[in-house]
């Protein structure tokens, strides 16, 4: 339970409401005790009458009357401080629920890029919202309930046991085993409801996978596949919710056995003890069994408390985890600062924490301020690391990466990330306009300089052509871009950030070697003050860079510029022989 304390932090932020709802809870649970008083009353009336005690009917009529004025003015206090008391607990638990949402969304914000590769995406949507969801439960249903049922088995239990203790404990006899029962319940129906909400979320992936890959399983002709593996998925959907409805069907039978038990005591035991002259009157029988009823579910939703507090104690437990992770990535320094664009790598290696592997080692180069260095190589050479590095996606594990002579870490890191502008390999658009799209290197960015952007990347006429222009919707529910042009979308958001350096992450691959030159000659243009790194695997792309390396294995194999490369008669004269033959046929 320990994990709760967490939560204890929103309690005191919203003290005064909940302080309310308390007031209030206590305040709508002594109204109700007027019914079951003034019923008793009542037929006490009735049977002094029936006995011949009182003769005068008006008098009874008009205390009737009485009692039932009371009844409906307390019922109807009663009901509207209910609704105020769930006004209160319920809009607290919804704010605190907002609340822990944004905090672990903030926190997710902050946490680096080895979080993400570690956490599955659907762990981390589980915590958003699943988890915080049975988290709410705690600190609304579970405080709202439980403060209810105290406060009414303070407040009916002293008045019963004032009225006639000995009938009191037999009546409260069965509830503890009901309160126990219903908890017993509780836990079995959320084991199989957790079970039932795994393969629910088995069956949602399975779904949207093959829905996503729909063109990959007609090309393959796969649908019976895919069809029969989905039936097996429903089947066991279906078995466990079975399962869970056996459960489930046991809960009021259950409330309904015990609630009949207890009235029944009642009866017998108060019936015996008025026959025995114990009790006075048989207005307190009524009056019982109308407090019985009244506590079954108050007592019965102990168990079910007990169960919800369990649960949002595993839930805080796993929000706790990720909410005292530390990036790995931290910010060190506070000085905002200007960034000029030196590039340098001082024996540098580094190794995948998540796969130990090494993808660079040893390596050192330097780019000066508004020089432009490509880098080469096979797949899986460690180009990317590179930019990931210059960028402090992920800090060296060994060596130094230094800007302006600086070492990374020293820089503040929203002035380092403000300075770069990054084109990932995979374009990554989000389902919004194109023109929104590009402003998320700038957000304040106009329209024309999205345009501008848009013509510097290339894409300007592609976009021109689509019948909402810039205000075309792309994703899921817009339309779908071509390679070339998600990367070039990508490129214009670099672009338009106006960065120090730019970082190319073979993000060119889709794109024809005409359309490729015209980029990196706007490029060269917009960018000649700006330090540019280009991964890449055509010459075409590296060969007017001032450097250029080629990485093999995580090492240098070669590097210089075009000339020197040529001379060499390496991998890159071999690349550019082929690559030129290529071009010529
Ligand atoms: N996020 C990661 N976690 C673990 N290992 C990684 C990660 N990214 C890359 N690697 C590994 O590091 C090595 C270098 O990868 P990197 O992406 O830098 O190569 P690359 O030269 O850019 O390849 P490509 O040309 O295919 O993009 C590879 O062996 C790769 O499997």
Partial sequence: MKELKYLNKFFIKYKWQLILGFVITVAARIFTLFTPRFIGKSTDVIKAWSDGEITDASAVQSELLFNIGVIIATAALSAVLTFFMRQTFIVVSRQIEYDLKNEI?????????????????????????????????????????????????????????????????????????????????????????????QILSSLNTFTQESFSGVSVIKSYGIEPQVSSDFEIMSNDSRQKNINLVKVQAFFFPLMVLLIGVSNLLVIYIGGTRYIDGEIESLGVIVEFLLYVNMLTWPVA????????????????????????????????????????????????????????????????????????????????????????????????????????????????????RKSIGYVPQ??????????????????????????????????????????????????????????????????????????????????????????????????????????????????????????IIILDEGEILEQGNHEDLIQQDGYYKKLYDKQLDQKES
């Avoid at 590769?117 to 762990?123: A, F, S």
């Avoid at 006639?164 to 126990?180: E, G, M, Q, R």
Wanted: proline share 2%.
């Fill in 105 to 197: 969304y903030e926190q997710y914000q902050k946490l680096s890029l080895n979080f993400y590769k570690k956490n599955r995406t659907g762990d981390l949507m589980n915590r958003i919202s699943e988890d915080v969801s049975k988290v709410r439960m705690y600190v609304g249903p579970a405080l709202m309930y439980g403060v209810m049922t105290f406060t009414l088995f303070v407040v009916v239990v002293s008045y019963m046991i004032s009225t006639a203790p000995i009938l009191t404990l037999y009546t409260l006899i069965p509830l503890p085993i009901l309160s126990v029962a219903i908890y017993k319940l509780s836990v079995a129906i959320n084991k199989r409801s957790t079970i039932v909400q």
């Fill in 301 to 416: 939703s102990v168990g079910w408390i007990t169960s919800m507090v369990q649960q949002s104690a595993a839930s805080q437990k796993r929000i706790n985890e990720f909410l005292s992770q530390e990036p790995s990535i931290k910010n060190y320094s506070n000085l905002k600062e200007e960034i000029k664009g030196g590039i340098e790598f001082k024996n540098v290696s580094f190794t995948y924490e998540d796969t130990n592997i090494t993808a660079l080692k040893n390596i050192s180069f330097e780019v000066k301020t508004g020089e432009t260095l490509a880098i080469m190589g096979k797949t899986g050479s460690g180009k990317s690391t590179i930019l990931e590095l210059i960028g402090r996606l992920y800090d060296p594990t060994q060596g130094k990466v230094l800007i302006d002579g600086k070492p990374t870490d020293a820089i503040n890191l929203e002035s380092l």
């Fill in 426 to 547: 995979d374009a990554f658009l989000f389902s919004e306009s194109i023109a929104n799209n590009i402003r998320f290197g700038n957000v304040e960015a106009t329209q024309d300089e999205v345009i501008e952007a848009a013509k510097n990347a290339a894409v300007h006429q592609n976009i021109m052509g689509f019948a909402k222009k810039y205000d075309t919707i792309l994703g899921e529910r817009g339309i779908t871009l071509s390679g070339g042009q998600k990367q070039r979308v990508s490129i214009a958001r670099a672009i338009i950030k106006n960065p120090r350096i730019v970082l190319f992450d073979d993000c060119l691959s889709a794109v024809d070697t005409e359309t490729e030159e015209e980029i990196f000659k706007k490029l060269q243009e917009i960018s000649s003050n700006k330090t540019a790194v280009v991964v890449s695997h055509r010459v075409s792309s590296a060969k007017s860079a001032d450097h």
